[in-house]
Each structure stands twice: as C-alpha cells, then as structure tokens.
C-alpha cells in the first residue's frame, strides 16, 4: 500500500544524523542500518516515499553507489519496496519481523525483551476482581444503546474525585473519558488546532505526542531542558516569539528525562499561560507514579487540559483515560470526538470505574514494585555499564541514560541483535536530537531486567564500548 506521504533528501539527512558513526565496516551498510533503525522505530512511517538514489546522494554527500546498495540491501531485507519508474517506499518484512522487531537476531524473537516501552503489567488480582464487578454491572446498560461521547457519568465522577483529592477541585461536568491520554492529546488537538498552527513541546518529549502533532499537520516548537529540568524563561520567550496553539508538557516525571515541576514552577506555568492567552495541555499519565515523595498538586486553570490515564496505574490494555478542562471545553471536545470514535467502551470504563476509587491503595503495592526495579535495574547498571550515566527519578517508569557518546541509534540496533528493543534518544527528539541517550524503563520484573542490561552490555561491547566487568554474559548466543 503506497502512500502520498514522502520525505524529502533534507528532512531525510537530518533524521538519519551522524550516520557514519558506529560498528558497520562499509558506508553503504551502515546507511542501511540507519535507515532500518528509522523504519523499525517509526520515524519514517510506513509506506512513505523515499527520495531518489541521486537525491539522496547529493543532500548526504555520498555516491550514489552507496545509497543504490543501501536501498538494495533493505530491498532484500523487506524494509523498502520499489515500482520501476514510480518510486521506492518504506515496508515491513512480511514474516518474522515486527515493527519492534529485528531482522537478524542473536537470540530467537519471542525471547526479545521489550524495554521499547515503559509500561508495568497489570496488577492481575485488582484487574480480575474489577472485571468480574463490570460484567455484572453491565446489565444495566445493555438496555440502551451504548453511546456515551462523555463517558460513563460514575467514571466521571470517580476521576473528578481524585482529581479533587489531589489539590484541584474538580466536578464530573470537567471530565471526559477518553480512549488513553495519548486519544485525549490527539482529540484536543483536532478540536482546538489547525494544520499549520506551532504547538509548544518540550525537548525530549513523549514521541507519541510529537507525531500526534505532525499528524495534525501543526509544527513542533521544540523547548530545551536546563540541567535541572524546565527553562521557563525559555519557554516564555518561545510563547512570546511563536505565538503557538497550544502547549504541551508533561510536569510529572516528564517522558523521558524523568523531570518533576516544582509547585512555584506550576504556579509561573500557570501565570505565563494566563499572560500569554495560551491554552497548556498538562500530561499527567503517570503524575501518580511518584516513588520518593508525593508530586505537588495538579497544574490547573481555565486555560489548562489537563489528560490523563489509567493505563500506567492499573493497565494499558484497558485503554481507559480522560482529560480534565472547564465545562465548555469538555462539551465542544466531546463534540469533537464525533468523527474519531463516538464513545468508550463500557466495559472497559466499568473496570475502570471499580479501580479508580482504588488508586491509593493500588498505587501502594506499583510504588512497592517500581522502587524495587527501579533500584534493581540501576544496581544491574552500575555493574554491567559503569560508564553510562542514569539520571535518578523521583517517580515514573524509566532512566534517561547519558551514554556518554552520540550512539543511541547504533546501540538500538546492534540491541536488537542481542535481543533487546531499546527506545533510542532520537525517538524523543526533533531532527535526530539526544545521540547521546537511551530510555530504560524499570518496568519488567527483576529477572528480565537483569537480562535485559546483560544483554545490552553485550549489544555495547559489540559496538566497541566498555564494560567493565568480569561476569560471564548470559542470554546471548
Ligand atoms: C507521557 C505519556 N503520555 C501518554 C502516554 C500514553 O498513555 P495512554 O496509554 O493512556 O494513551 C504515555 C505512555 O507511555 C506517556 O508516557
């Protein structure tokens, strides 16, 4: 299935970076890995033409030998397909490899280890007895006829609740159930943006909300990190230069660089954005997720959409979230999400009606579990990879790890063939930014964890990096 949707030679060089760099002996192959990596990761999205040989030659500076072997080498691996005098586009292999997936492992691909997301599996006995109260509960709606473009008024009321018990008092009318916080991100954009329109976002951010944003036809106003989190002077000067839309942060334990806003900081966010006429939307999928201490109480003002999740506390499958915003906003977005998907599932929010009231308790026993890996994997870290730098979060579900050289993108795919799927730095960038970083979620169980940074030792080592230490590596073929 081709598309229209195509990437230039120059937009295409800058994603592929410093190309050059790492462990492949020939320019071409090294290229096609790139590429691959590009692909695989979704930075150049499927079925999108790529430039001619020649175009691409002359924006990389190589022949176009290279770049003819290159695409031919991914020809052959499935990853690009050619119609004679038409064009060449991205593909997948059609066996054996997912869009997380490698195309030649070490290790067999059922055995890779997912550290491409920063998820926890469901706590099962809560999802179990939750499910078992929906069915019964779903008696009384199956007389109607489903359709809730709000959601379920006691899943409104239990979000506007806790939203309530966190600082910011809030009435179920500001509540919108959601298909997840990345379904409320995209809604609020299609409600409130138009193609052209700057959106503010944070650098690093979250790589599903940028390309939310490049989907709504909006451009990305990157706004850099100081070393100890957000620049608000920058982000002010950015708002007063740009004039953007909206903009989008994510102040608690920020994806990825693990960040949390402190509560003079919300209150400035809060007072810039009521100076600058800019609506904010506030992430907060995994604002519950604190391991140290609690995070401060929740940015909020008529100017703020805050979204929000069940899929980080409880569980992603359920694809349960919400956003919270004044009464009009929640009515003209609800009427928004006519032409996406018309309503949530009603099972699904029962499950979530059940556990949302549950937060506190539930959260105790993720905290427990988080802290523990969390504390396993840095310790696994400090042994194996010594060198790599974690940063150290107060809560959330992952490190920001400074590499201490610019080869995320080599290591993801030399990971790959050590089964591992690693989210390189770029992933969370514009232009092929953060070279120098990975994100590693704590969120497997201790065993894998370990597994999974021997792995990456070795997947490093291959690369020609360091690691010191004189354990056997495990898992690896
Ligand atoms: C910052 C952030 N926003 C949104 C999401 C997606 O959340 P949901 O599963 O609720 O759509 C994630 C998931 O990792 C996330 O980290």
Redesign the pocket.
């Known amino acids: 299935m081709n598309t229209d949707r195509r990437v230039n030679g120059l937009h295409l060089v800058r994603l592929l970076g410093d190309w050059r760099s790492g462990a492949v002996p020939t320019a071409y192959a090294g290229l096609a890995s790139r590429l691959r990596l590009l692909i695989l990761d979704g930075r150049v999205p499927l079925h999108t033409r790529v430039p001619a040989e020649r175009e691409l030659a002359d924006a990389l500076g190589v022949s176009r030998t290279t770049v003819a072997a290159a695409y031919e080498r991914l020809r052959e691996d499935g990853f690009l397909h050619s119609r004679r005098g038409a064009g060449t586009w991205t593909d997948l292999p059609s066996t054996g490899v997912s869009a997380a997936g490698p195309v030649a492992t070490l290790v067999d691909d059922d055995d890779l280890i997912d550290l491409a ?3 926890p599996p469901a706590p099962a006995e809560w999802l179990h007895a939750a499910a078992e109260c929906a069915i019964t509960q779903l008696t009384r709606y199956l007389p109607t006829h489903g359709y809730d473009p709000l959601g379920l008024s006691a899943l409104r009321s239990a979000v506007a609740d806790r939203y309530t018990a966190r600082g910011a008092t809030t009435t179920p009318d500001q509540v919108l159930v959601t ?5 409320a ?1 995209a809604l609020t954009l299609r409600a409130l943006a138009s193609p052209g329109d700057r959106i503010v976002v944070e650098h690093p951010t ?1 790589p ?2 940028l390309e939310a944003v490049r989907r709504a036809g909006c451009r990305p106003v990157p706004v850099p990190f100081g070393p100890d989190g957000w620049d608000l002077e920058m982000l002010a000067a950015t708002i007063r230069h740009t004039a953007p839309r909206l903009a989008y942060l ?1 102040p608690d334990f920020q ?1 990825p660089t693990g960040f949390c806003m402190s509560a003079e900081d919300r209150a400035s966010l809060v007072a810039l954005a009521a100076r600058t006429g800019t609506t904010l939307v506030i ?1 907060e ?2 604002a519950e997720l604190w391991l140290d201490r609690p995070t401060p109480p929740p940015v909020s003002s008529e100017l703020v959409v805050t ?1 929000g ?4 506390m409880f569980w ?1 499958g359920l ?1 349960v ?1 919400w956003l919270r915003a004044s009464p009009t906003m929640v009515r003209r977005l609800g009427a928004a999400r006519a032409s996406m998907d018309l309503a949530s599932p009603i099972l699904e929010q029962l499950i979530a009606t059940d556990l949302v009231p549950r937060t506190v308790e539930i959260a105790e026993d993720r905290r427990e579990w988080l802290r523990s890996s969390r504390a396993r994997m840095h310790e696994r870290l400090a042994l194996r990879l010594p060198s790599w730098k974690p940063n150290a979060p107060t809560g959330g579900l992952g490190f920001w790890v400074d590499l201490g050289a610019p080869i995320a993108s080599a290591l993801a795919i030399s990971a790959e063939r050590h089964g591992v799927a690693l989210a390189a730095g770029p992933r969370f960038g514009l232009d092929g930014a953060f070279e120098r970083f990975v994100r590693l979620p704590y969120t497997l169980d201790a065993e894998a964890l370990d597994l999974a940074v021997d792995r990456l030792a070795a997947a490093y080592l291959a690369l020609g990096g360091e690691v010191l230490d004189d354990l056997p590596l495990r898992g690896v073929t």
């Open positions: 997301h920063a998820a298909a997840g916080a990345q379904h991100f979250y599903n909300a994510v994806n992430d999928t995994v979204t999740s069940a899929s980080k992603g694809r979230g």
